[in-house]
């Protein structure tokens, strides 16, 4: 890479925030910064809603996991009056061609004809993942359910991708597609393909992109998995100056999680999107740089079925994480910012600095309860929402009596879930065995509330307990 090329790179990375991060991202809204002008267009992200069939008595084909989250999600999109939806792929759990049908059913429910209320198009941006492709493989329900060669042929999507999805979605199937919506360019590249073709198709589209970045616009690139090294290259050699926002799926983590949502990878943001399958994102990360204490997963957190809904204006793509099975925001909104601006107040200080601690409410108690005979000690933890700004994602729990302190640390209850549905009111519980308590006469509980980049608020602390 020429000294220019590069000096562009770095350039570009600094107006996103992106340089000094060194694997980190951006999300802040500072006070009084505000998107310019109106919203330009309106998007629907979810990702990984692996519906799947059993078969009920006599061998009926019965759809068990149920389609209420992404019906959920549609619902919520139209409401937002979409203008398109991205599906970053895994779709069908077993590559079945009933379980693509089944979410086809929902659409057309949802959006008939793809139309939304006020008549106007809203287009699907769906690739395919490794359950829509390979899924028939995985494991022995389809062969078990299709001994019959032939007959199971007809009811895995690979066998026929291209004719399945088109009699699915009444669209042309194509390794990689290109599509324009409200002068946004969008490229979808689905399972398996390769570089080659996604290479080919930039090409044939690097006009428009030029285009594009002569008009301060990025492009969109979705693929299920997360964008390797050789794909980000063919991104960068070929987006004519102009840097994609890259949406993949797979992983299965919480959009809780301020830090693993947008990754720097090669000078690329990429966001994950998190999944919004029946059984709930399960991917809450190993958190270690927010305590040293081991993070302990519990029920507690919630089973979130989650998803964006992305607002892009002429310089800032607004992020609104959302839970679609009981509601509600999972926190502040995220912005990735377009354009220059020095000094960059999109920084993780700076976030840090926005968001500031979760803090516990003036009137907030803990609760320990010792019974005398039991084994354990149970600590109930109230809701640290004291401060709006800054969502309790974590507690770190340390139990003092003289000599090494016990340190813990829990999941906030319902972290996975929208704000104002946290189970039990918000009580996080917290159970540790007496045996792992320090020996003293007088123990003392402090319980400090965590956000999910680390930022600490006020203690809260109990003392005296024998």
């Given at each position: 890479m020429?000294a ?6 770095r ?16 999300f ?5 910064w505000?998107?310019?002008r ?5 998007l629907g992200?979810i990702?990984d809603?692996?519906?799947r069939?059993?078969?009920?008595p006599?061998?009926?084909p019965d ?8 019906a959920?999600?549609l619902?919520?999109?139209?409401a937002?009056n ?6 970053c ?6 590559g ?9 059913q929902?659409?057309?429910r ?6 939304a ?8 941006l769906?690739?395919t ?12 329900f389809?062969?078990e359910?299709y ?6 042929a007809?009811h895995v ?6 004719g399945n999805?088109?009699?699915?979605w009444?669209?042309k199937?194509?390794p ?8 946004y360019?969008?490229?979808g590249?689905n399972h398996?393909?390769s ?9 044939k589209?690097?006009k ?5 970045k002569?008009?301060?616009?990025p492009?969109f690139?979705?693929?299920h998995?997360r ?5 980000r290259d063919?991104?960068?050699?070929l ?5 994609p926002m890259s949406?993949?799926?797979h992983n299965?983590?919480?959009?809780s999680?301020?830090?693993v ?5 090669g000078g690329?943001p990429?966001i994950?999107?998190p ?6 994102c399960?991917?809450?990360a190993d958190d ?12 507690q957190?919630g089973?979130g079925?989650q998803g964006?809904v ?5 310089d800032?793509m607004?992020?609104?994480?959302r839970?679609?099975?009981q ?12 354009g ?5 107040p ?5 976030l ?5 601690e979760?803090?516990?409410?003036a009137?907030?108690k803990l609760v320990v309860?010792d019974?005398?005979?039991?084994p354990h000690?149970?600590i109930k933890?109230?809701l640290?929402?004291?401060n709006s700004?800054?969502r ?6 340390k139990v003092?009596?003289?000599g ?8 906030a209850?319902g ?8 189970p039990n009111g ?5 159970v540790?065995?007496?045996?792992e ?7 003392t509980i402090?319980?400090t509330?965590?956000?999910s ?12 307990m024998?």
């Amino acid at each position: 890479m020429d000294a220019s090329r590069r000096g562009f790179i770095r350039g570009i990375l600094a107006s996103l925030g992106l340089g000094s991060l060194g694997g980190g991202c951006v999300f802040a809204v500072p006070p009084g910064w505000k998107p310019s002008r109106n919203v330009n267009i309106v998007l629907g992200v979810i990702s990984d809603t692996h519906l799947r069939t059993e078969h009920g008595p006599g061998g009926r084909p019965d759809r068990n996991w149920p389609d209420k989250y992404f019906a959920a999600a549609l619902e919520y999109f139209k409401a937002q009056n979409v203008d398109a939806v991205v599906h970053c792929g895994d779709f069908a759990h077993r590559g079945q061609v009933e379980e693509m049908l089944f979410h086809a059913q929902a659409w057309e429910r949802v959006f008939p004809k793809n139309l939304a209320p006020d008549g106007h198009k809203v287009e699907k941006l769906f690739v395919t993942g490794n359950h829509d492709v390979e899924g028939a493989t995985y494991g022995s329900f389809v062969a078990e359910n299709y001994p019959d060669p032939d007959v199971r042929a007809k009811h895995v999507l690979q066998t026929d991708m291209a004719g399945n999805w088109e009699h699915i979605w009444g669209e042309k199937y194509e390794p990689v597609w290109h599509k324009e919506v409200k002068g946004y360019h969008f490229f979808g590249r689905n399972h398996s393909v390769s570089n080659e073709e996604l290479m080919s198709c930039l090409k044939k589209w690097s006009k428009a992109l030029t285009e594009s970045k002569a008009r301060g616009r990025p492009f969109f690139y979705m693929q299920h998995f997360r964008p390797l090294g050789d794909t980000r290259d063919v991104l960068r050699r070929l987006c004519c100056g102009c840097i994609p926002m890259s949406f993949f799926g797979h992983n299965h983590w919480s959009a809780s999680n301020w830090n693993v949502v947008s990754l720097y990878h090669g000078g690329l943001p990429c966001i994950q999107v998190p999944s919004c399958e029946p059984r709930g994102c399960h991917g809450l990360a190993d958190d270690a740089w927010i305590t040293s204490g081991k993070l302990e997963k519990t029920p507690q957190v919630g089973k979130g079925r989650q998803g964006y809904v992305v607002r892009v204006y002429d310089d800032m793509m607004v992020i609104e994480r959302r839970e679609f099975a009981q509601g509600g925001i999972l926190g502040s909104n995220w912005v990735m910012p377009f354009g220059d601006r020095t000094p960059h107040p999109f920084s993780r200080e700076g976030l840090k600095k926005v968001i500031g601690e979760p803090q516990f409410r003036a009137d907030a108690k803990l609760v320990v309860e010792d019974g005398f005979a039991s084994p354990h000690l149970c600590i109930k933890i109230p809701l640290a929402d004291g401060n709006s700004k800054s969502r309790v994602y974590a507690y770190e729990v340390k139990v003092d009596g003289g000599g090494a302190p016990l340190l813990k640390a829990v999941y906030a209850a319902g972290c996975n879930l929208g704000m104002g549905h946290e189970p039990n009111g918000g009580t996080t519980t917290l159970v540790i065995e007496k045996s792992e308590l320090p020996k003293g006469e007088n123990l003392t509980i402090s319980v400090t509330p965590l956000s999910s980049l680390g930022t600490r608020g006020d203690s809260l602390k109990t003392k005296g307990m024998g």
